[in-house]
């Protein structure tokens, strides 16, 4: 059967199918960074199902992910996805993202222990698809993205810095086969949803392969707060699957930091003094 794009159309199809149950409601339709269609269903006037839309591609990657990691407590239950692809339906997370997130230690403790903890080495012989390194590889992944960074910030750091970064991407991108990784791609605390200011799900991954440190490195510097060496250090002797010098794991995190202070620019204007704080701190551990 071909479904429709039609809310309505898919909630009938899930009630006569007996996914969902024949008094589910639409409450509303969430906003968000997502490119496809998010709604809210509830059932007895209580939030129950998230209902997400999107290209054939990103609905298959999405189940893919939920399905390898379905054991991860930080990930919603996927009820179940239309089998042209078109739509995912998850169980409901309490929270919101960005906000009332509690201490850095303590969500990233979390991520780590709930999910990072247990990624999976990328086999080309398994179901996993069409997912492959970003671009031709990791290095040019890298190289993209410092580039695109590069051209956001302009002016609000000095040339040297993107040098000194882009001096790195050589040694952050040696990437062996036992180092790629099914990575949810987008760990950042627009996608994380706090409850009671706890760490209760994560969501919206935008999968690719590369090494477990990118996800962990990313939430890191997804936030202005607690941009120090002690988070970091802390957090970092939880992962289970890296193994790093000191000043390998710095360079990493300069990287990434550089890549998300391009984001804040064009995102998030309002965290740009805190992200510049914490570059300045960051770039004087550079050694």
Same mark, same amino acid.
């Given at each position: ?9 898919i909630i009938t199809y899930l009630q006569e199918a007996g996914v969902i149950e024949p008094h589910t409601k639409i409450m509303n339709k969430m ?27 990103? @609905? #298959? ?7 390898? *990691?379905?054991?991860?407590? /930080?990930?919603? &239950? ?74 956001? @910030? #302009? ?7 993107? *040098?000194?970064?882009?001096? /790195?991407?050589? &040694? ?61 250090l802390a957090a970092f002797g939880l992962l289970q699957q890296v193994t790093m010098d000191q000043s390998r794991l710095i360079e990493e995190v ?34």
């Open positions: 059967m071909v479904l429709s794009n039609n809310v309505n159309d906003n968000g960074t997502t490119d496809g269609l998010v709604y809210t269903l509830t059932v007895n006037e209580e939030p129950k199902y998230v209902l997400k839309l999107d290209n054939p591609v990103n @609905i #298959g990657l999405a189940e893919q992910f939920h399905l390898t *990691y379905r054991n991860s407590t /930080l990930l919603p &239950r996927l009820h179940y996805t239309d089998p042209a692809r078109s739509f995912n339906l998850y169980a409901y997370s309490k929270g919101t993202t960005h906000y009332n997130r509690g201490s850095k230690i303590h969500w990233l403790t979390l991520l780590v222990k709930q999910l990072l903890n247990h990624y999976d080495r990328y086999d080309q012989t398994n179901t996993w698809g069409r997912i492959i390194l970003p671009r031709q590889s990791w290095r040019e992944f890298n190289e993209i993205s410092v580039e695109s960074a590069r051209s956001k @910030i #302009g002016n609000v750091l000095p040339s040297e810095d993107y *040098y000194k970064v882009k001096a /790195l991407i050589a &040694r952050i991108s040696e990437v062996s086969d036992n180092n790629k990784f099914l990575l949810h791609g987008d760990t950042g605390v627009h996608n994380f949803m706090f409850h009671e200011s706890v760490l209760h799900a994560v969501i919206d991954p935008s999968l690719m392969v590369g090494p477990v440190i990118y996800d962990f490195t990313y939430a890191f510097c997804s936030s202005p707060d607690d941009l120090n060496l002690e988070t970091l300069i990287v990434q930091l550089y890549c998300r202070i391009g984001i804040c620019v064009q995102v998030h204007p309002h965290d740009l003094e805190g992200y510049l704080k914490g570059w300045e701190y960051w770039k004087a551990l550079l050694t």
